[in-house]
């Protein structure tokens, strides 16, 4: 479902998707060396083409994909000529000409694992596997490893994630809805009736899809992990990284590293252009030739020694002398920062100060005929990013809130969240929040969001909203705002009945934005107690300069042990999209009282970023299925 870049990457990516949708574009590239079925443990073929690289045995570049291997020739080139690498591209079970049922995702650990396993057996390579993809690609790669042969050494992930359930099929216990087209673009309709059914994520249906810590600890895989902060799945790739650099196997601890651009997964560019955030002048090109040499070459210490962290730190855009719009390097994710809360107050009012009296309630309203939309934000399709939310905040049925003009800069870096006490009629209600960023002459561009089910009693009670991450520095004379809804439709599932909700911003039920502070906000020195969604534990920078620009206006520097999966039961079957997309099922489970918690797309660089190339896959692949219809 597509990578993402800026700027002159976007113009030529644009250009490429354009005419290859008018079908003016023919490649030439050489044909695989070989065309092989590896046949699984249950039997299954699975059809591979082998581009070797000729003369002494080379490291192998595994791809696993469920949009057509034969696609991926001029990709499978250019992985061969830029890492001087033998290349595997392999039709995912049920898809292309590989046998079995396509059971999205669901086969990818036992299968992926297999794979690696006859290229071990076979001799294919010089002892050293890796894998490379975006999106789907990426997902079967993060499924795969754990528990793989110990020469599976080298990772190259972008935009995926390890937790299909609360991140691309559900957010926040709120059915994504947008997933569901992508699987009528693979024909896999049968899975929506599945995904329905398991609205928990700690169902044990998720388990196969879902990277538990017993998972985690078995991986042995050294790792480059590229997300953009719109992606669909950011917080996937961001978990990912940091649960395998903390507590991965003792092969894969302490050697990943992460990227994150201001981009989004289909590389649309919302409203704003962030300056120097095109690949060619991100820190990637260097850590893909650094991922060449240290994990797939045999100079490990080239991969080791670059900084762990690369974020682009977000700032206003069109502002002379603005802070941030810069490359930065970190030791650790997420950077150490004090969690700050910003109150809901009376008058409209986003503070620094906790209420100390009791005050009325707040409220907005939720009309299933007339939703509040989605207008950018961490989607699929476009329109994704930073887009003016100024039309949606100017709903009746929106509570905004907003701090006054800030003095000073104010810097975030990790994962927001808000706890806001609610009080609605409705058993099933929806609350979404979204964090802009006002500009003096008004716009109020989307910075993060989040939404959350929860069970309406008519009683207050507490709702936890997770906006995921970002990296951004709110500007002097800017201001943060927080607007609160009852839909994001379009994307997500509506509520299907009317309510109004109460929103607490009193003392005794404090609503508040939670941030992670790194500087400004005066007055906010206190931290909060008792975060909504506990991060990981921060480390301290190593130094007191290692968040310093490093770009500023250009350049920076045997078979496996498989997961058991039952095959047999696929589900009810379905031949269309719901009827009535937005509906909610009435047995579907919420915490009581309480909203969900996080959640959670999708293809895989150019001579100069293998993630380009990622997406001229997509483009290639979309053109094949479409000659194919």
Known sequence: MGGS????????VRWLVLVVALGTVTWAHAAPTSTVDLVMSDGTHLRTDIYAVAGEPAPVILVRTPYGRTAMGPVADELRAKYNATVFVQDVRGRGESEGVDSVFRDDAADGRETLAWIELLGWSNGTIASWGSSALSIAQMLMAPGATELYRCQYTSVGTHSIAD???YRGGARRREADQWLLEQGALAMVGQWDAHPDPEDPYWEPLTLTDAKRSTIQTAGLHVTGWFDVALQGTLDYFAGVQSSGGVLAQGRQHLLVGPWTHDGSNGELLFPVSDVES??????EDAWRDGCLGSSPEVFDEKPAVYLYVMGATDEEGAPGNSWEA???WPPASERVGLYLRESALLSVDAPLSTQPAASYTHDPADPVPTLG??????PSGPFDQGELEAREDVAVFTTEPLSEPAELIGRVTARLWLSSPAPHS????RLTDVYPDGRSMLIAEGIARYVGTGGFAPVDVDLWSTAFIFNAGHQIRVSISGASAGVFEVAPEYYAAQIGRSNTQPSRLELPLRSGLAGAATPIEGSAVPEPEPEPDPEPDAGNSIVDGGSGDSGPADVTVESGDLGPEETSLPSSPDGFESDTASSGGSGGGSSGGCSGGSPGASWLMGLLALALVMRSRRRAH
Not at 430 to 433: A, G, L, R, T
């Open 282 to 287: 991100s820190p990637l090109p260097a850590l």
């Open 430 to 433: 929806q609350v979404v929040v």
């Open 5 to 12: 870049m800026r700027r002159a990457w976007l113009i030529s």
């Open 167 to 169: 991140q691309l099929v």
């Open 330 to 332: 970190f030791e650790a």
């Open 377 to 382: 934000g961490n989607q699929l399709e476009p």
